[in-house]
């Protein structure tokens, strides 16, 4: 499996952008799939993830970020809005064939990443 992920860029505080990530190779519908972030200096952390139809996101984020799945064209997308300076950060997509609900948010669970695509929010 490889992903690619796009759409990150430079945007002021309170903008919205959505990025895209493209999984190519053996890939199935109901394979879960998730965004990561990690800033500078710190630790990646899950920010959100569907799978199985389920759609989840981290507490951090609800209501501004969105996951959606197309699945027809093997896409995730992270509709991101209401962007803060604090979203800033590289933004990964990651997959594994299956990963328990409960372990979503665990990037330990999954076995393919795609190479990042930065966003940065200016105050």
């Known amino acids: 499996v490889q992903l690619q992920a796009s759409g990150g860029g430079l945007v002021q505080a309170g903008a919205s952008l959505r990025l895209s990530c493209v999984a190519s190779?053996?890939?199935?519908?109901?394979?879960?799939m998730a965004w990561f972030r990690q800033a500078p200096g710190k630790e990646r952390q899950f920010v959100g993830g569907?799978?199985?139809?389920?759609?989840y996101h981290a507490d951090s984020v609800k209501g501004r970020f969105t996951i959606s799945r197309d699945n027809a064209k093997n896409t995730v997308y992270l509709q991101m809005n209401s962007l803060k300076p604090e979203d800033t950060a590289d933004y990964y997509c990651?997959?594994?064939?299956?990963?328990?609900?409960?372990?979503?948010?665990?990037?330990?669970?999954?076995?393919?990443w795609g190479q990042g695509t930065q966003v940065t929010v200016s105050s």
């Open positions: 990651a997959a594994n064939y299956w990963i328990r609900s409960e372990r979503l948010s665990d990037e330990r669970e999954y076995a393919y």
């Open positions: 190779g053996l890939t199935s519908s109901s394979m879960p």
């Open positions: 569907n799978a199985r139809g389920a759609t």
